[in-house]
Every structure is written in C-alpha cells, then in structure tokens.
C-alpha cells in the first residue's frame, strides 16, 4: 500500500492504494468514478480508455503508479457540459444500444479527433479497431465521428 | 378512430391518484387486453401472468414522467414503450421524461425483456393506459368549462373547446384523478399517429455519453464489499478441498467461504440454470483486492459425478439427471455422429415423405454444425445484494425479475412482498440476463457475510462460466422429381443438450412431402436463450440448404423461395405452419427490389441472401461479400424487416444493424469448444469478436410498411446474417460452408 494522489479531470484524489492496481480499479472503486468501464481487464476491448497526459492508455493494464502525477482524464471531464463533439455528434447520431462500451468509445474517438481533425473511415477503423462494441454500434461510430469533426471544424473556424 | 372498450370488470381495474403536490397517476391493470406470447419461442413464460399496470405521472406544472416496466438492454425500450404511452395521452414528447420502474408486477405487467416480446405485450396495454388518462382530462376539462366532453379536444397536451376555453393537461391533472374510470375510450388510427412512427432519440443517451452510473456494475453503497466466485475449472468438476491461508492474508480480505446454491431437493424454477452448485468465494473490500487475492486460492477439484435436479413446473416436479461426462469438443462431435444416425423423435410428418425420397429423381443431403456460443455481454455478469432477517435489496442488470424472485424467496425464506429487485440497464443481455442464477448467489453471499455485497464475475468467469448457445447439428435432405421441383423435404436435427428443431417453419407447409425429427444429447454444460437460439443455427443451416437446392432446381434463390412461399399460400400442406407465407414473401420482395438483386451494377460483389421467421417478425437479408486483404469481408448489407408497425423507426434500424453486425461476427468467429470440460476460450484474446474494421461499410434497413401490431426485433434479424453470409461465401469460394464458425473452414480451405 503506497499514498497516491490521483488528478482526475482537474480534481486531486489522495488514495491509499496498492502501486500495481490498475488505474481502472482506482479510478471506479478508490475515486468513485463509474463512467470508466470494465470489459475484460486484459487490453482487448477498449471500454476503459481514459486519457493520461491527453494519450489515450487502457486503464485496465496501466499501472495506478504510472498515473500519479500526471493528467488523468475520464469520460466524466472530457467536457464540462458533455458538449464535447463527439459526445454531442453521439447523441444527434443516436449511437448507443446497450451503452456500456461508448465511454471508451468516445475517450478513443476524443483522441482520434484531435490528432487527426478529418478522419476517413480507414483512419476511424484504424484508431477504434480496439475498442469493442458487442451491441454492433460499429456504422454509427463512424457516422457520429464524422460528424463530430464537422461540429469540431466549426467550433474552430468560430473561435 | 377505433372504439376500444377495454372488459373493466372485476378482474381489471383502473385507479387513479392524487400525488403530492396535486397531479395525476393512472395506474391501469389490463389483464383482458393480454395476449400471451408466442409459446412456440425458446423463452417459456411463467405459469401465471400477472397483471399489467401502465404509469402515468402528470404534474401541475404539465410535467409527464412516463414509466418504463421492462429492463432495458439496448434495445431501446426505454424510449420506444413510453412512446407508445405518450401517443395515446396526446403529449409533446419534448414534456415527457422517462423513469425505469421498480419490480411490480401487479402495476406493471410481467416486466420480463426477452423472446422479443416487449413490443408484442406492451402494444395494447399502453395504448390503452394512454387512451383511458387522455379520456379522464377530458371528462374533468368538460366538468369545469360544463361542456358535452365530446366536444372537447386535445393536442400535445392542451385541453380546448370550440367556445376558445384551453388548458393545459397539468392544470385539469388533480380533477381528473377523481373522474370515474371510462370503459371505453378511443385509441388513435395508425394514420394519425405523431410520436409513434416517428424516430425519438435514446432518453438515456446523454447519462450514457456522460458517463453517469447506470450500468449494474455502476451500482455502489456505502460499506458495500465486493464478492467473486472461483468456479470449478471445467464442466463436470466440483471442489474437493481449499485452502485459503494466502488469500485471508492478502490486504482487504474479510472471508473466503464455500457456499451451497440449491440445497438437495431444491425445487428449481424453469430459469433457475446455473453451471456449478458449490460456491467457492472470496469476499474483501475492493475489485482489485479481490481479483488478486483469488489467484492465491489453493482449490483441489475432483470428478462431480451425476448431478440430480429438481425441476418444478406446472405440470408438478420433474427430476432430471445431468451426467457428470467430462466433455470435449472431439468427443462431443463424435457423440452427436452415432446420435445422428440413431432413431429420432419424430418431430412433423406430412404424407409420404420416405416413399416421395426413394422415387426422387435426386437427392441432396447436406449435415451442418455449429458449435456452442458464449453470450459476451460487454458487461460482465454482477448484481449487488443486501440481505437482512427481514427482507433483500438486490440491484443489478437482469432481464426478468418475476422469474428469479420465487427463487430468491425460497433461498432466503422471505416473503416476497420483502424482497426487492431493481433494475438497471444492462450492458448488453442477449438471453444471459434471463438466468438469475447470479442474483441467488449474490444473495447469499450477502445474507452469509451479513454486509451489502456486489458480486462479480470477471470476464474469464463470464466467459467460463455460462448459459451457452447449445452445440447444434442438423442434416437437411431434398428430393427433387425429374422436372427439379422439390418434391420431399426432410430435416434431422439434434444438439447438446436440447435439438434445435422447429418443426412448423417453413419449409413446412410448402412442399408435399415433409419429415422433421429431433434428437437430443443430455449433458452438464449449461445452454439457454442466445438471441433465438435454435433459429440462428437453423437459418444459417436452412437458408443455406435452400440456396444449394435453388441451384439443384435451376432456380434463383429469391425466386425459389417465393415459389415456396406461395405454394404455401395457396395450397398449403398440413397443418400448425407457423408463419404467414405473404409476410415471408414480402420481406424477400422488398430485399430483392432494394438490393438491386440480379441487376446490373452489382457485379463486384458476392451475394448471399437469406430469409427468416422467428419471434413473430419477418426478416431478409442481402449481403454484398468482396475479398479484402485476402479475407472475406461484407461491406454492404441490405436487410428488409416486417415487424408491422415500427414505433421507433431509427431505433429500430440500429438494431437490426446491430443484429446484422453480431450475425456477421459470430458466424465468422464465435465459437465456445471444451478440452477435458474445461472451456478452451477465456477472454478476447482467444474468443474473437467483430471489430469496427469488419463491419460493413453500410447496411441499409427497409421495413414492410403496414398497420398490423408492432413485434420485436430482438431476434428476428438475427438468424438469417447466418445463412445469407454463408451463401455469400458460396459465392465467393466456389464450394459451400457447413460448419460454424465460417473463418476456421475458409482459412482451411485457402
Ligand atoms: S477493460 Fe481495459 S481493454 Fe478491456
Ligand atoms: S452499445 Fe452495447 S457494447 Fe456497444
């Protein structure tokens, strides 16, 4: 057991915690933070991507130590008012069925936008090639990151 | 408008209610408007149906809090079922929001999601709840304006009368609550219908794109410990002896304990299925702690023998005995060959199908196999409980509370009326979440640690652990006369442990001579419902026997099975033939006309089609295959779906989408095989699922448009991706595919 603080989404979280915990375990259970799924704990399906200094890790193999430190971004900071494109281009796209895996979905997608502003769909299935949806969602996970990067672009050209 | 008087007799009541702060709650039991579901389907439904309650809230501000009564697993009943309500109150959907109910069966129906039936048992009754309150303000808005009620109107939630008077729904709320209940109203024709029919976005979207706790897993209290079982490590096998003095040492342990689940004797309910009877669990403070401290365990299993059941029933008490044979995908293989070739369980016989077979100008005989299938849920199975002397609190994600609740009320010796059961969403069901084993060994886990408890399964447990799709097979033979006409038809299908035959499907009904029989091969690996089961190995093997008989005949496959179809029509052949051949049809009409089928501009593509009836609904299914990377790829879909009307059009498509995806992937690369009983897939590494790269590229939904009552679509779209995929492939190598999962036989043959 090691004294860890935790920053997520802007916030400091002084935990006790074994330092070889995943950073999954430590964001749901020490920081109580549930939007972060579990799926299968071993880097094969993508429900628990957050962001670590704006990368986006699977927080089921990341080591909570590895954290300490630096920026831990969950689904629940991506924005402030859940107005980031692709939440947004979520909902207009109705993407969801079940639901479970879209927060690493949309954390994975996050990064996708910010790397690469006009994915094409072989860039999309490149970069969400990790993260499984066994519901199928997977057409309007393309649709909605298009068009999320149409909102992105106008966002942009505004500001 | 249809006048529906609803039979409000003594058996059916409709209560309204003041609420605090003054507002109107129609509680409304409509046991006459039921109609049990299709009993022909793999979900059998409980003995007693209760009756069925729809809730309406309307506060004075003009609030509409609509209660949703099944459990929702992606399907989208949470949106869909209270638009039906709300089409009927006459709201703006934008005054509406939706509330999942609790676990009450006289209230709310049977609340059970599965079978594809929430569309089909919740139509009539909601309609009726909505039809009856929008009855009631008018009733109270006539009383206060002392106007003939029939001359008053209403409009998305606005009450009005010629002379220019109008209200708002939450201002005349509080009077209608003491208006007599009508016995009759009037429901809406199809035609006027403005929310029903028209696409509504996911009430829940934005909690799911936030992140806000809604799944099970999601589900937490203060001082709650966190529980996991260690299963036997295969199938036929039970604990023999533990030692847990590394695991208590382990930080955050409380306790590791062995547990039964059903003591000998124990009456099971007909969903009462579980893998393995003695629990051995560890229960400590943390997820982490505890997966952790499990791998300390030092567990000794030995052979389990036979295993002797008690099952109760509405027919009394059945014992079944479940043998204790340590199984392998080999042995099972080679078990299901000498049962084929045994006498079976004569299933349908119409006419002379073995004399029509023995003068047959041709015979064509095939066998198909598909191998068990695990259900993968995103979320892994888990339920929180917490169990006093007095009374339960279980949470979690489960398709159907009515059926695990006198399981749990035996296990705890509580009443029922003391043990509650809260539904969230669920991370995905697919027929897992009907088997509630889960939730009685959450509770005594609870009642045993005396403490609130979330119980775990991690995805190796889940995967390892389950009710599987069985292990199918089936040998189809076609006889054909000397002008190729499809004279005799006769399917022979078993599995392990139940056959996956359904004896009344076309092509029953459209040929002259016809014979189906079943066998079955008892065992201890546990199967149950997996979206339809029986009908997605039988339209994977079906659909793609027709296919190779449609070339036998010289025919093209739509035009082969339209003939069928209506051969079935006009003259058909015995009798119970389940489905309606002009449905069918249609299907395969409205699939091959938006497909473009066998016209130009297609030529690229690999094509496969394939139509299914199963869960009441009608689907086709088009797939467009091409060779991607040396591998075969679908990258267009057409699906065509009759499920009479669609109350939430885009909700809708993106289940069939989903199904379209999912049948993709497990006729690809699902597949659960056994070593010595020991599951040989554990997680996604080795039990592959479809990816977003091997999804189609589109997959276009059409839907039969008529105003017969709304069906499901849980299933239905499902079974035929099997076969349409398989008869794509057929194009695509030049030789057809017999065995599931398709990826192993096509990367054999390359
Ligand atoms: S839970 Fe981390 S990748 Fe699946
Ligand atoms: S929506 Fe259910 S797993 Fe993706």
Redesign the pocket.
Same mark, same amino acid.
């Given at each position: 057991m090691a004294k860890i603080t935790l920053n997520i989404n802007k916030k400091e979280y002084p935990m006790e915690a074994d330092p070889q915990m995943p950073l999954?375990w430590a964001i749901r259970d020490l920081a109580g933070l549930k939007g972060t799924?579990? /799926?299968? /704990? !071993? %880097?094969?399906? /993508? %429900? *628990?991507v957050v962001h670590l200094d704006g990368e986006a890790v699977?927080? *089921? !193999?990341t080591k909570v130590s590895r954290a300490a430190g630096k920026q831990v971004v969950t689904i629940e900071g991506l924005s402030e008012t859940n107005s980031h494109p692709a939440q947004l281009a979520w909902q207009e796209i109705d993407v969801p069925q079940c639901g479970y895996c879209h927060s690493g979905q949309i954390m994975s997608a996050a990064v996708l936008l910010r790397e690469k502003p006009d994915p094409t769909d072989q860039d999309i299935d490149d970069a969400m090639a990790g993260n499984i949806c066994r519901c199928g969602t997977y057409l309007r996970i393309r649709k909605a990151i298009h068009l999320a990067a149409d909102m992105q672009k106008k966002t942009t050209t505004k500001g | 408008m249809n006048n529906d008087k609803t039979a409000l007799d003594r058996r059916s009541f409709l209560k309204a209610s003041l609420i605090s702060g003054g507002g109107l709650m129609l509680s409304v039991s409509w046991l006459s408007s039921f109609k049990a579901a299709d009993k022909t389907e793999t979900l059998n439904l409980p003995d007693q149906w209760a009756q069925l309650n729809g809730y309406i809230l309307i506060t004075a501000d003009n609030k509409v809090k609509l209660i949703c009564p099944n459990p929702e697993f992606g399907q989208n009943v949470m949106t869909s079922l209270p638009m039906i309500v709300a089409e009927e109150l006459d709201v703006d959907w934008k005054n509406v929001t939706v509330e999942m109910g609790p676990h009450d069966e006289v209230k709310l129906g049977p609340q059970f999601t599965g079978g594809s039936n929430s569309m089909k048992m919740y139509w009539k009754p909601l309609r009726e709840a909505g039809a009856a309150a929008r009855q009631m303000l008018r009733e109270a808005a006539a009383q206060t304006w002392n106007v003939p009620v029939g001359e008053v109107t209403t409009k998305a939630g606005i009450l009005s009368h010629s002379n220019g008077k109008s209200a708002k729904y939450g201002d005349m709320a509080s009077k209608a609550a003491s208006v007599p209940v009508p016995k009759e109203f009037q429901l809406k024709a199809p035609k006027d219908f403005t929310i029903v029919r028209h696409s509504k976005k996911n009430v829940e979207a934005q909690k799911i794109v936030s992140g806000k706790p809604v799944f099970g897993l999601d589900y937490s209290v203060d001082g709650m410990l966190i529980a996991m079982i260690q299963h036997p490590p295969a199938f036929g096998m039970k604990l023999k002896s533990f030692d847990a003095a590394e695991t208590l040492k382990m930080p955050g342990i409380k306790d590791v304990f062995t547990l039964k689940l059903y003591e000998d004797g124990f009456e099971q309910g007909g969903f009462d299925t579980r893998t393995f009877n003695e629990l051995l669990v560890v229960v400590g403070k943390s997820t982490w702690e505890v997966m952790n401290a499990r791998k300390k365990l030092i567990a000794n299993w030995e052979a389990a023998g036979d295993l002797k059941n008690t099952i109760g029933g509405r027919n009394g008490k059945t014992e079944v005995t479940v043998p204790g044979t340590i199984e392998s995908t080999r042995t099972q293989l080679q078990q299901m060959q000498e049962y084929a070739a045994k006498p079976a369980q004569l299933l349908r016989k119409d006419v002379d199908p073995e004399a029509a077979f023995t003068n047959a100008a041709q015979v064509i005989e095939r066998t198909y196999n598909g191998p068990f299938l695990a259900h993968n849920c995103m979320e892994p199975m888990n339920f929180f409980a917490h169990v006093t002397d007095e009374k339960a609190l279980l949470v979690g994600p489960l398709q159907a509370p009515g059926w695990i609740e006198p399981t749990l009320a035996k296990l705890l010796n509580l009443p029922a009326d003391k043990i509650e059961i809260q539904m969230t969403r669920m991370g995905g069901g697919f027929g897992r979440r009907a088997y509630g084993h889960y939730l009685s060994e959450a509770a005594l886990i609870s009642r045993k640690v005396k403490a609130p408890v979330k119980l775990m399964y991690t995805r190796e447990d889940d995967m390892t652990y389950g009710i599987y799709r069985p292990m199918y097979t089936a040998t189809y033979r076609a006889a054909l006369d000397a002008n190729k006409n499809l004279i005799a038809f006769h399917v022979k299908g078993g599995g392990i442990p139940e056959h996956p035959i359904h004896a009344n499907r076309f092509p029953a009904g459209a040929v002259d001579h016809y014979l189906a029989e079943g066998w079955q091969i008892p065992s201890n690996i546990t199967i149950g419902a997996f979206r339809a089961p029986r009908s997605n190995f039988n339209a994977a093997a079906e659909q793609s026997f027709l296919d190779e008989v449609a070339e036998a005949a010289g025919k093209d496959p739509i035009e082969f099975r339209l003939e069928l179809l209506k051969r079935a029509k006009e003259k058909p052949v015995g009798k119970n033939n389940e489905y309606d051949a002009d449905r069918y049809a249609g299907v395969l009409e409205l699939v091959r006309d938006k497909s473009n089928w066998n016209k130009a501009g297609n030529e690229k593509y690999n094509r496969g089609v394939a139509a299914y009836f199963c869960h009441n609904s009608y689907a086709a299914h088009v797939v467009d295959m091409v060779t991607r990377d040396g591998q075969p790829y679908v990258e267009r879909v057409f699906s065509a779906i009759d499920c009479g009307i669609v109350i939430n059009p885009d909700a809708a498509t993106n289940m069939v989408q989903g199904a379209v995806v999912d049948g993709i992937g497990n006729s690809f690369y699902g597949a659960l095989t056994h070593k010595d009983g020991v599951p040989q897939q554990s997680n996604f590494h080795n039990y592959r699922m479809i990816r977003i790269h091997e999804a189609p590229k589109s997959i276009d939904v059409h839907f039969v448009q008529n105003d017969l009552d709304p069906t499901g679509l849980g299933e239905p779209p499902f079974p035929p991706v099997f076969g349409a995929v398989a008869n794509a492939l057929y194009k695509m190598k030049g030789r057809r595919f017999y065995n599931q999962p398709f990826k192993e036989e096509v990367e054999k043959v390359i």
């Amino acid at each position: 057991m090691a004294k860890i603080t935790l920053n997520i989404n802007k916030k400091e979280y002084p935990m006790e915690a074994d330092p070889q915990m995943p950073l999954l375990w430590a964001i749901r259970d020490l920081a109580g933070l549930k939007g972060t799924k579990y /799926g299968c /704990g !071993v %880097a094969q399906c /993508g %429900a *628990c991507v957050v962001h670590l200094d704006g990368e986006a890790v699977r927080s *089921c !193999v990341t080591k909570v130590s590895r954290a300490a430190g630096k920026q831990v971004v969950t689904i629940e900071g991506l924005s402030e008012t859940n107005s980031h494109p692709a939440q947004l281009a979520w909902q207009e796209i109705d993407v969801p069925q079940c639901g479970y895996c879209h927060s690493g979905q949309i954390m994975s997608a996050a990064v996708l936008l910010r790397e690469k502003p006009d994915p094409t769909d072989q860039d999309i299935d490149d970069a969400m090639a990790g993260n499984i949806c066994r519901c199928g969602t997977y057409l309007r996970i393309r649709k909605a990151i298009h068009l999320a990067a149409d909102m992105q672009k106008k966002t942009t050209t505004k500001g | 408008m249809n006048n529906d008087k609803t039979a409000l007799d003594r058996r059916s009541f409709l209560k309204a209610s003041l609420i605090s702060g003054g507002g109107l709650m129609l509680s409304v039991s409509w046991l006459s408007s039921f109609k049990a579901a299709d009993k022909t389907e793999t979900l059998n439904l409980p003995d007693q149906w209760a009756q069925l309650n729809g809730y309406i809230l309307i506060t004075a501000d003009n609030k509409v809090k609509l209660i949703c009564p099944n459990p929702e697993f992606g399907q989208n009943v949470m949106t869909s079922l209270p638009m039906i309500v709300a089409e009927e109150l006459d709201v703006d959907w934008k005054n509406v929001t939706v509330e999942m109910g609790p676990h009450d069966e006289v209230k709310l129906g049977p609340q059970f999601t599965g079978g594809s039936n929430s569309m089909k048992m919740y139509w009539k009754p909601l309609r009726e709840a909505g039809a009856a309150a929008r009855q009631m303000l008018r009733e109270a808005a006539a009383q206060t304006w002392n106007v003939p009620v029939g001359e008053v109107t209403t409009k998305a939630g606005i009450l009005s009368h010629s002379n220019g008077k109008s209200a708002k729904y939450g201002d005349m709320a509080s009077k209608a609550a003491s208006v007599p209940v009508p016995k009759e109203f009037q429901l809406k024709a199809p035609k006027d219908f403005t929310i029903v029919r028209h696409s509504k976005k996911n009430v829940e979207a934005q909690k799911i794109v936030s992140g806000k706790p809604v799944f099970g897993l999601d589900y937490s209290v203060d001082g709650m410990l966190i529980a996991m079982i260690q299963h036997p490590p295969a199938f036929g096998m039970k604990l023999k002896s533990f030692d847990a003095a590394e695991t208590l040492k382990m930080p955050g342990i409380k306790d590791v304990f062995t547990l039964k689940l059903y003591e000998d004797g124990f009456e099971q309910g007909g969903f009462d299925t579980r893998t393995f009877n003695e629990l051995l669990v560890v229960v400590g403070k943390s997820t982490w702690e505890v997966m952790n401290a499990r791998k300390k365990l030092i567990a000794n299993w030995e052979a389990a023998g036979d295993l002797k059941n008690t099952i109760g029933g509405r027919n009394g008490k059945t014992e079944v005995t479940v043998p204790g044979t340590i199984e392998s995908t080999r042995t099972q293989l080679q078990q299901m060959q000498e049962y084929a070739a045994k006498p079976a369980q004569l299933l349908r016989k119409d006419v002379d199908p073995e004399a029509a077979f023995t003068n047959a100008a041709q015979v064509i005989e095939r066998t198909y196999n598909g191998p068990f299938l695990a259900h993968n849920c995103m979320e892994p199975m888990n339920f929180f409980a917490h169990v006093t002397d007095e009374k339960a609190l279980l949470v979690g994600p489960l398709q159907a509370p009515g059926w695990i609740e006198p399981t749990l009320a035996k296990l705890l010796n509580l009443p029922a009326d003391k043990i509650e059961i809260q539904m969230t969403r669920m991370g995905g069901g697919f027929g897992r979440r009907a088997y509630g084993h889960y939730l009685s060994e959450a509770a005594l886990i609870s009642r045993k640690v005396k403490a609130p408890v979330k119980l775990m399964y991690t995805r190796e447990d889940d995967m390892t652990y389950g009710i599987y799709r069985p292990m199918y097979t089936a040998t189809y033979r076609a006889a054909l006369d000397a002008n190729k006409n499809l004279i005799a038809f006769h399917v022979k299908g078993g599995g392990i442990p139940e056959h996956p035959i359904h004896a009344n499907r076309f092509p029953a009904g459209a040929v002259d001579h016809y014979l189906a029989e079943g066998w079955q091969i008892p065992s201890n690996i546990t199967i149950g419902a997996f979206r339809a089961p029986r009908s997605n190995f039988n339209a994977a093997a079906e659909q793609s026997f027709l296919d190779e008989v449609a070339e036998a005949a010289g025919k093209d496959p739509i035009e082969f099975r339209l003939e069928l179809l209506k051969r079935a029509k006009e003259k058909p052949v015995g009798k119970n033939n389940e489905y309606d051949a002009d449905r069918y049809a249609g299907v395969l009409e409205l699939v091959r006309d938006k497909s473009n089928w066998n016209k130009a501009g297609n030529e690229k593509y690999n094509r496969g089609v394939a139509a299914y009836f199963c869960h009441n609904s009608y689907a086709a299914h088009v797939v467009d295959m091409v060779t991607r990377d040396g591998q075969p790829y679908v990258e267009r879909v057409f699906s065509a779906i009759d499920c009479g009307i669609v109350i939430n059009p885009d909700a809708a498509t993106n289940m069939v989408q989903g199904a379209v995806v999912d049948g993709i992937g497990n006729s690809f690369y699902g597949a659960l095989t056994h070593k010595d009983g020991v599951p040989q897939q554990s997680n996604f590494h080795n039990y592959r699922m479809i990816r977003i790269h091997e999804a189609p590229k589109s997959i276009d939904v059409h839907f039969v448009q008529n105003d017969l009552d709304p069906t499901g679509l849980g299933e239905p779209p499902f079974p035929p991706v099997f076969g349409a995929v398989a008869n794509a492939l057929y194009k695509m190598k030049g030789r057809r595919f017999y065995n599931q999962p398709f990826k192993e036989e096509v990367e054999k043959v390359i």
